[in-house]
């Protein structure tokens, strides 16, 4: 049995066996986990990832439990460590979890069941990353050579840490903008204007009000108009060049209301494509 706890853990070769078996259950596969049980413990609020495996759990067959913080008994001083060693006494297969703590996965080494990491803290969303991947691969048939710019609010995404280190080592070039507070000095920095011109992908990224010390300075419609993207920007981007985002979505601020839907946005394939790839996860979970 195999925990994903981070993709760097992973050589390209098996991060390619992830994303063929996604395709495999895009087409139709049948492949069930019957009567495996599943724990999904999010710490931390979700809809996609929390909701997506939940389906492919569904599609997969598998026992699933929900954890819900609210009304566990964190609530009465609980540990992190004690509540996922209460689930591996359950006899739980597997366990996928999401915490604000980067590599909270180092606390858990002596729990015995696998676990599937739906993020840790601003380090990594392998998940994500994968799904990311998928949707490229989809669109262009390869990850060599193509130019990726991701804007926003770099620092604190975990998105933009985990999908640069392995976009990086598929061969592609990866840059990223937005305002030079939420900036992370280890990446190249590519302008608004060039990356319209240049980019194959422009992966768009939410403000993460939550994870900020201070009030971001600029009002939205600022923001929207300094770093976000407008229909007038996307009719400047490449002719077969892709609009990503994570989601949530702040319409309005990073993108506006009908860049979410326009014909280059992947946002909506990319949320399908987490079902197929959370899919190809839990499968390989279970393999030898
Ligand atoms: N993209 C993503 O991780 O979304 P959720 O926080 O809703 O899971």
Redesign the pocket.
């Known amino acids: 049995m195999k925990s994903l706890l981070s993709l760097d853990l992973l050589t390209n070769d098996e991060i390619m066996d992830i994303l063929k078996d996604a395709q495999e259950f895009k087409r139709g596969s049948s492949f069930q986990l019957k009567d495996k049980i599943v724990a999904n413990l999010f710490f931390e ?6 909701y997506s495996f939940n389906v492919a759990e569904e599609k997969l067959g598998m026992k699933v439990l929900n954890f819900d913080p609210g009304s566990s008994s964190l609530i009465k001083g609980e540990s992190f460590y004690d509540t996922v060693k209460t689930f591996a006494s359950f006899g739980v297969d597997c366990i996928v979890i999401r915490h604000t703590q980067n590599r909270y996965y180092d606390e858990l080494k002596n729990i015995d069941v696998p676990i599937i990491n739906a ?1 840790d803290g601003t380090k990594d ?1 392998p998940s ?1 990353t994968l799904l990311d991947l998928m949707t490229i691969y989809e669109e262009f048939g390869k990850f060599s050579g193509l130019k990726i710019a991701i804007m926003g609010d770099i620092k604190h995404s975990r ?1 933009a840490h985990g999908d640069i280190s392995i976009m990086e080592r598929l061969n592609m070039q990866c840059y990223t903008s937005g305002p030079d507070e939420y900036q992370d000095d280890k990446y190249s920095f590519i302008s608004m204007e060039d990356a319209l011109k240049e980019m194959d992908v422009i992966m768009m990224l939410r403000v993460q009000n939550e994870r900020h010390t201070e009030k971001m300075k600029l009002t939205n419609e600022e923001y929207l108009s300094q770093y976000g993207l407008t229909l007038d920007k996307v009719n400047k981007m490449k002719k077969n060049a892709i609009i990503m985002h ?3 979505v702040n319409r309005g601020v990073e993108l506006s209301d009908e860049v979410v839907e326009c014909s280059k946005s992947r946002i909506f394939t990319q949320i399908n494509n987490g079902v197929f790839v959370r899919q190809s996860i839990l499968k390989r979970t279970f393999s030898k």
């Open positions: 609020p979700s809809t996609r990832t929390h993020g969303h994500q998105v994570p989601a949530p």
